[in-house]
């Protein structure tokens, strides 16, 4: 009898300029198996005959960097499709362009100008000895006067004093909230890659440990299921994934003691010296509240066991 299959139903909200481009990728945490597809331009979208399980449900578009939506969703194998809403903020796809402020008209300064320079333009020429009469005074004074005042109204209108510009401080304003979310997003990401290197470097150290020691199954089958519900809670708050880890460090460091009792020739292993060391770390790093806290605990961890990165990438 075949296995039961699931279906997800996804439907995207928020945006909805955005369901032209966006692409939901499914990717199997057990079996690795991808699945990418397009929805609809309303946003809905079903994916049938898939594998029950954990899913991770990621969301992308061409204009946004960083993944929309990520997360990890169980599939149930039911006929029922699993229902996963799909948020799409506004605030990612906006780029408001710089308001265009009109030039300022400054041709009736040009004029008034040109009008003054044409109405002292036959004062000029005047010979040594010559009087000036007082119809002449009156029009250099006036001319002179009109001068002022237009060179005061150019000022304002290029200069205006103690303004502003609202256009671009909306656009900063802008900038700065789409710097924020992409930092906020970058984090995020950085910490669950972390997250996923040191669990899967876990994983690989207590294998080790295990095998050396020809470790029960029922002994195997626990502190491997420790790491598997790490993975699950790898987009977890720091709170909730550093208060398992730290569970888990205390109880390696429990199996692994007894397991050198019984067996002392293994505390020369090295695997059993590199899961005491960095298990140590997690115990005693305790829960952390925020990423940057959890993030120092991993620095100290890989002082300890090394580049976990060039573990995982030189691994067969």
């Known amino acids: 009898m075949a296995a039961a299959k699931g279906t997800f139903s ?31 331009l309303d946003g809905s979208l079903t994916i049938r005959d898939l ?10 578009h061409p204009n946004v960097i960083q993944p929309v939506f990520s997360q990890t969703v169980r599939l149930f194998p039911q006929l029922i499709p699993t229902f996963v809403p799909i948020p799409l903020p506004p605030a990612i796809f906006q780029d408001t362009p710089i308001q265009d402020i009109p030039d300022a008209n400054l041709g009736p300064v040009q004029q008034a100008v040109t009008s003054i320079r044409d109405s002292i333009a036959p004062l000029q020429g005047k010979s040594p000895g010559e009087v000036i009469r007082a119809s002449d005074w009156n029009a250099l004074a006036s001319a002179v006067r009109d001068l002022a005042d237009n060179v005061l109204q150019l000022t304002n209108l290029v200069s205006p004093i103690g303004h502003n ?15 924020q979310s992409f930092a906020q997003s970058f984090g995020q990401s950085l910490l669950q890659f972390q997250r996923e ?17 020809q470790a029960p199954q029922a002994t195997r089958d626990e502190l491997l299921g420790r790491i598997a519900k790490l993975n699950e809670a790898t987009q977890a708050d720091p709170s909730v994934f550093t208060s398992q880890l730290a569970s888990t460090g205390n109880r390696v460091l429990s199996v692994v003691a007894d397991l050198v009792t019984a067996q002392p020739a293994l505390q020369s292993n090295t695997n059993v010296q590199k899961a005491q060391q960095v298990a140590q770390q997690y115990a005693a790093a305790g829960t952390a509240t925020t990423a940057t806290t959890e993030m120092n605990i991993y620095k100290r961890t890989t002082s300890v066991a090394g580049n976990k990165l060039a573990t995982v990438i030189a691994r067969p």
């Open 51 to 60: 594998d029950p399980g954990l899913w991770n449900v990621k969301l992308t």
């Open 197 to 213: 290197l040191e669990t899967e470097n876990l994983r690989e150290t207590l294998t080790g440990v295990l095998d050396a020691a």
């Open 165 to 179: 510009h609202p256009e671009i401080e909306t656009k900063i304003a802008e900038v700065q909230d789409n710097l």
């Open 10 to 40: 996804f439907q995207l909200s928020g945006f909805p300029a955005a369901n032209r481009d966006a692409q939901v990728t499914l990717t199997n945490s057990a079996t690795g198996q991808t699945v990418t597809r397009s929805p609809f």
